[in-house]
């Protein structure tokens, strides 16, 4: 079992910054991707950003330019630098952990950590 822990939400005015960090234990031995999502009220849940296994990072439209995600793989750790919110940024956003081989992949899921902007 994999277990992830968040830390970093919180309230921030628009145009400030917050940095959201996730710290994985357990079983992991065929790591894919680690990254972040985020869930508005009403909405479905969305990538935001994620890292992969060789260091490729995605991100969601609505961020690139503003938000940037790493990683410490020495902690298995990934964190999300998120510069010039927004408030249409205000979600719940989740660590998320991939793991698996060739077509196989399973899903890990922190608890979430609230953020929210202010207009």
């Known amino acids: 079992q994999v277990h992830l822990v968040e830390s970093g939400g919180g309230l921030v005015q628009s145009g400030g910054s917050l940095r959201l960090s996730c710290a994985a234990s357990g079983s992991i031995f065929s790591f894919k991707a680690m990254g972040w999502y985020r869930q508005a009220p009403g909405k479905e849940r969305e990538l935001v950003a994620n890292?992969?296994?060789?260091?490729?990072?995605n991100y969601a439209d609505s961020v690139k330019g503003r938000f940037t995600i790493s990683r410490d793989i020495a902690k298995n750790a990934v964190y999300l630098q998120m510069n010039s919110l927004k408030p249409e940024d205000t979600a719940v956003y989740y660590c998320?952990?991939?793991?698996?081989?060739?077509?196989?992949?399973?899903?890990?899921w922190g608890q979430g950590t609230q953020v929210t902007v202010s207009s």
């Open positions: 890292i992969t296994k060789n260091a490729i990072t």
């Open positions: 998320n952990l991939q793991q698996g081989f060739g077509g196989l992949r399973v899903d890990y």
